[in-house]
């Protein structure tokens, strides 16, 4: 799996993650979007990051972020999340966006506040059972809601 924009970090869950049937609804759904970003090589484009974004609450949601491990640490995934703020702000006029991040994951929230993101103190527990989450491999995650001004 890859771990996020920093660097891998050790996993806190395994097994499946977004499937075709995932992709397809955020496609289908309304204020939804897909952003990738893509490289020129030698067997044609090849994807280097992707996010999902979407209205949600009346701010922008920012998820199913990824960007491949061997290009993390090259801005761009800075460049994703440039964009998908871009799009909630001037494409959508919404006032803020928000994401949800395992608030033990202290290197990827140190990350985004460094991007202007602030930690809410809003936590929603982990949707243990729900295959789109992988399979935990601790019983003590949860999500802590992270948002930014626009």
Request: glycine fraction near 10%; charge should be negative.
């Amino acid at each position: 799996s890859v771990a996020g924009p920093l660097h891998r970090v050790p996993s806190v869950s395994s097994g499946r993650r977004t499937g075709p049937e995932d992709i397809q609804a955020c496609i289908d759904r309304a204020q939804s979007v897909i952003l990738i970003a893509e490289r020129e090589g030698a067997g044609g484009d090849e994807l280097i990051a992707c996010a999902h974004v979407a209205e949600e609450n009346s701010a922008g949601y920012f998820g199913m972020f990824s960007v491949v491990p061997t290009q993390q640490g090259g801005g761009i995934g800075k460049h994703v999340i440039a964009e998908a703020e871009r799009l909630v702000r001037e494409d959508w006029a919404l006032p803020a966006m928000r994401m949800t991040v395992i608030d033990i994951r202290d290197e990827l929230i140190a990350f985004y506040e460094r991007r202007g993101y602030h930690r809410t103190g809003i936590k929603k527990p982990f949707p243990y059972g729900d295959e789109r989450f992988g399979e935990p491999k601790r019983d003590d995650l949860r999500f802590e809601v992270l948002e930014k001004p626009l």
